[in-house]
């Protein structure tokens, strides 16, 4: 196969662009406090694990084994690793706003594929938190450009349990919907084909539903864990799975 080379001249060109792009970015970073703060902070965490446990770096460089698929909210208050007391390694993570499970996501889809019949998780975690401000804009006629889209299926699921989350207290009202944005989560998880297959292959899988409590940082349990697919509407029951 013929493969495409570069002359001297564009390899010079191409060479003094990428020395000036390293000379800016370099610049940049010289100069931004933050940026600058994070990258210190990364090498002072890498040297204290170095220190405590030599052969930290080389066995996470070996592979990842998680037990648990993290499903939740982009904001930077869920620090997942942070408020769960855990390491690299054991929790497979994905984020979004307003911690949505859409069935339509090839995103969200590819994540819990992935996590469910390659890494083996054993459970499937959706995680909300309160005072969400992507749950709060569904319930607003404020425009939030490109999100509107994103948030229409959670501004439906307010307009069908309205009547619910209208008789509560106005402060508790963006933190009902965001239970029900839950559990709608947990129920589309849980009807998903790569979950029945687990279910058939006699895997021990569970799907959560949580809320993290901002104000005390505990995790809220729903108590709406599903086990199994005697749990699932039998329509959903794919492949034939056994009820266990």
């Known amino acids: ?15 003094s662009i990428l020395t000036n792009n390293r000379m800016m970015a370099n610049e940049v970073q010289g100069c931004n406090s933050t940026i600058n703060g994070v990258i210190e902070s990364n090498k002072d965490w890498a040297k204290d694990m170095q220190t405590k446990n030599p052969e930290f770096f080389v066995n996470l460089a070996k592979g990842q084994s998680p037990k648990i698929l993290w499903i939740g909210c982009s904001d930077s208050r869920m620090a997942v690793d942070v408020l769960t007391q855990t390491k690299p390694g054991d929790i497979f993570i994905h984020r979004n706003i307003a911690n949505r499970v859409p069935s339509e996501d090839i995103n969200a889809l590819c994540v819990i594929e992935y996590a469910v019949k390659h890494l083996k998780v ?6 909300g938190h309160t ?28 307009i069908a349990n309205q009547k619910e989350i209208d008789s509560l207290p106005e402060s508790d009202r963006v933190d009902r919907l965001g239970e029900l944005n839950v559990i709608q989560g947990v129920n589309t998880v849980s009807k ?5 297959e687990a279910w058939k292959d006699g895997r021990e899988l569970y799907v959560h539903g949580w809320m993290l409590q901002l104000h005390t940082g505990l995790l809220k349990d729903l108590d709406i864990s599903v086990s199994g697919p005697k749990q699932v509407d039998s329509l959903y029951k794919l492949n034939a799975a056994a009820d266990h």
């Open 131 to 158: 005072s969400c401000g992507g749950i709060k804009a569904a319930m607003s006629t404020d425009s939030v450009g490109i999100l509107d889209h994103w948030l229409r299926p959670v501004k439906d699921l307010y």
């Open 192 to 196: 998903l084909p790569v979950v029945h």
């Open 122 to 127: 054993e459970h499937v975690v959706v995680a």
């Open 1 to 15: 196969m013929l493969r495409p080379t570069l002359s001297l001249a564009n390899k010079l060109r191409f060479g």
